[in-house]
């Protein structure tokens, strides 16, 4: 490989949220979403060129900024964006939040699928808005989506928008063209707007094919947007970068109003350039981390069977946070967090953080150096023989 994803990089005192938020040493973070990898070289250098400038004075847009979005789109999914479809935005969150500001009231409804990205709540919260959930079906160690009970929550006159995280974080999941389909006429029938986050677009492995949303709403008599970023892909959230996809634009100017009462109108000019450098230079980067991604979940998956043959490994179809059913235990899961934290020194999410629906399992982030996942699975083994 070109790319030496094995080298361990010593990220403690760095005033990294994942390595510094907890100061004790001997602690291994395998929680948030954020790799443990250097992001593409050709990224490094954009912004190694960009800080040699020395002036950071006020910025526009690059010119080509909609162009390379409108490029790695169609050559990566199949899908093609006009220029004027996409608006930059300078973060997912805000991105987000603008959305749900914008188009719902408070005390109107927002329907997420729990368990699901832990920030869909927080979102919903601050904006006053009622938080209405359509759990997804667990069955037989694989997740669907409820459609029935989707129908029912979108039929209440008082729902307003859907959130679906495409590709689903944390369970793994890469929805089809007939789920989304699906979820596409329900919301259509019920004037349901639908927001897709799809910020793990790219990290999806063979065998599955990522559909933006965008492609589905065309056909149906439907109002949505589309969110991208290349933060997580590229292991640049530090550096917050996003942008809005949406064929009507009155939906776009909407949204664009709502950032600027915000204050959250332009894009960090580094973060632009970074994106630049990703999309038009990052591609064989992220084509070998993903091999390298995958071999760590099927290591992982060897591990679990041979050595915690009870914690059951949901089928991982993209990203790279590993959902586990550990309900063996017979404890909470802010209680196995917890003892993991204090007695093995191992930091991984509780599936709480994700809603009731995440309720005995744990999100582990396999985005490491194989030495560390080792170390980290060898943490997990401790706890397990011991109960």
Not at 259 to 272: C, D, F, S
Request: aromatic share 10%; glycine share 4%.
């Amino acid at each position: 490989m070109k790319y030496n994803f094995d080298e361990i990089i010593n990220r403690k005192n760095t005033n990294s949220v994942k390595w510094d938020l907890i100061k004790n040493q001997e602690v291994l973070p395998m929680w948030v979403a954020d790799m443990d990898f250097k992001t593409a070289p050709e990224i490094t250098q954009a912004i190694s060129d960009k800080i040699s400038e020395g002036i950071f004075g006020y910025s526009i847009i690059p010119a080509n900024f909609n162009d390379v979005i409108i490029d790695w789109w169609r050559e990566n999914h199949d899908f093609v964006i006009e220029k004027d479809w996409v608006l930059p935005v300078p973060g997912m969150i805000l991105s987000l939040s603008a959305i749900v500001r914008t188009f719902v009231k408070p005390d109107e409804n927002v329907i997420l699928q729990t368990p699901v990205y832990n920030h869909f709540f927080n979102i919903v919260d601050n904006c006053s808005c009622n938080l209405v959930e359509n759990n997804l079906i667990y069955e037989n160690g694989n997740y669907q989506i409820d459609f029935e009970d989707l129908e029912i929550k979108a039929s209440d006159p008082k729902t307003r928008l859907l959130l679906i995280s495409n590709p689903h974080n944390p369970v793994g999941r890469v929805w089809t063209k007939t789920e989304l389909e699906k979820i596409a006429e329900i919301c259509a029938k019920h004037k349901v707007m639908i927001v897709s986050d799809e910020i793990h677009a790219d990290l999806v492995f063979e065998n599955h094919q990522h559909i933006p949303f965008a492609k589905i709403a065309e056909n149906h008599d439907l109002v949505s947007v589309t969110c991208g970023s290349p933060c997580k892909t590229f292991n640049l959230s530090g550096l917050s970068i996003s942008y809005i996809i949406s064929q009507d634009k009155n939906i776009l100017n909407q949204i664009y109003k709502t950032l600027e009462v915000q204050e959250t109108v332009y894009p960090n000019p580094i973060a632009a350039d970074a994106m630049i450098a990703a999309y038009t230079k990052g591609k064989n980067w992220l084509d070998e981390l993903k091999i390298y991604l995958w071999d760590n979940y099927q290591f992982l998956l060897n591990f679990c069977k041979e050595h915690l043959p009870n914690i059951k490994v949901i089928p991982l179809q993209a990203t790279y946070l590993v959902w586990l059913d550990c309900s063996f235990f017979n404890k909470t899961s802010d209680e196995l967090s917890k003892i993991l934290l204090d007695e093995e020194k191992l930091w991984i999410n509780s599936g709480t953080m994700y809603g009731k629906a995440g309720e005995g399992f744990l999100r582990i982030n396999i985005a490491c150096p194989r030495e560390l996942l080792v170390d980290g699975l060898k943490r997990l083994e401790n706890f397990y023989l011991k109960n």
